[in-house]
Every structure is written in structure tokens, then in C-alpha cells.
């Protein structure tokens, strides 16, 4: 069943994209998937938004390595080619980008996992921080031609006023 987001988030999504219901593209875990309308090789590239609330003593670089782990966890060969900090005071996020050999439906794939974390504060009790995770995820080939797409959707992204799920 889809997860919600711990605290309301508000976001544009790149023309042609469409949202879709995450329990019937086998994304249960998120709260919100988006589809590139152009498959490439038979693998849809997506967006996905999920995020939980983080422990006082957590930081994003611990998150984003727990991450890491749960790719390694179901099966899939991972190597993180870039990790940065981005945001700022107020709103500290990192990104990484995640090179990653799986198996997808019985193919054998070579993806791009672009990663964004988002700590916000909970506006109904300011004392919990919350991450919320973005996640790019394309083929290797066609990850240039959608990143844009990523980081002007990222760009759009803001606390809201109401929850998304």
C-alpha cells in the first residue's frame, strides 16, 4: 500500500510526465510516482517521493547511505559516482547519483538512480525533522535526456499546505 509523506510537500511536475498510482506500478513504498511518457528499451524512467521522519541524532549522509543499502539489500550491484550537500540553512538537502546493475522483470539493466534529500521541518511541531527523498530513476541511456527534467522538478519543490499521498 502507498506510504504518505510525513509532512505536506507542494511541487510541479516536467511537462509530459504523469503521475500514476504507486500501488499499481509496483511502487508501494513511496507516496507519489511520476512516469516519463517515453519507455526506453521497455523500462519506464520515474520519479518517486517518499520520505519518513528522522531521529534527532540522523544526518542526510547517514539516510542517503541507508539508501545505499536497501539497493545492495535486493540484489542489485551499487556504486555511488557523486554526493553532494545542496539547499541551505533552512532547508539542507544532499544528492547523490547511484550507478546501479539489477535485474528488472527478468532483464538484466544497467540504471541511473539520481537521489535528493530534502530535511524539512515539521510545521505542526517544529522539534521533528522530517526527509523527504526524491528519486530519479532511468536507464543508463537515457538518464541525460531526463536529469533536466529532475532538477527543474526538484527546483519546484516547497513545504505544503496540504498532505500528498
Not at 498510482?21 to 520515474?46: R, S, Y
Not at 521541518?121 to 537515457?142: E, F, G, M, N, Y
Request: charged content about 20%; proline content about 7%.
Amino acid at each position: 500500500m502507498a506510504t504518505t509523506l510525513p509532512v505536506a510537500i507542494e511541487f510541479e511536475l516536467p511537462h509530459g510526465w504523469r503521475a500514476a498510482p504507486p500501488d499499481e506500478v509496483g511502487a508501494p513504498d513511496t507516496a507519489f510516482i511520476a512516469l516519463h511518457p517515453q519507455p526506453d528499451a521497455g523500462f519506464t524512467a520515474n520519479i518517486t517521493i517518499d520520505g519518513e521522519y528522522l531521529p534527532d541524532s540522523a544526518t542526510l549522509r547517514e539516510i542517503a547511505d541507508g539508501s545505499v543499502a536497501r539497493v545492495r539489500k535486493a540484489g542489485a550491484v551499487v556504486e555511488i559516482t557523486d554526493r553532494r550537500e545542496m539547499g541551505s540553512k533552512e532547508v539542507p538537502g544532499l544528492i547523490q547519483k547511484l550507478a546501479i546493475a539489477a535485474t528488472v522483470s527478468g532483464v538484466p539493466r544497467d540504471l541511473v538512480q539520481t537521489q535528493a534529500y530534502l530535511c524539512l521541518l515539521d510545521v505542526a511541531d517544529p522539534h521533528k525533522r522530517a526527509v523527504i527523498r526524491l528519486v530519479l530513476t532511468s536507464t543508463a541511456a537515457q538518464h541525460q535526456a531526463v536529469v533536466g527534467d529532475f532538477e527543474d522538478f526538484v527546483r519546484t519543490v516547497r513545504p505544503g499546505t496540504r498532505a500528498v499521498s
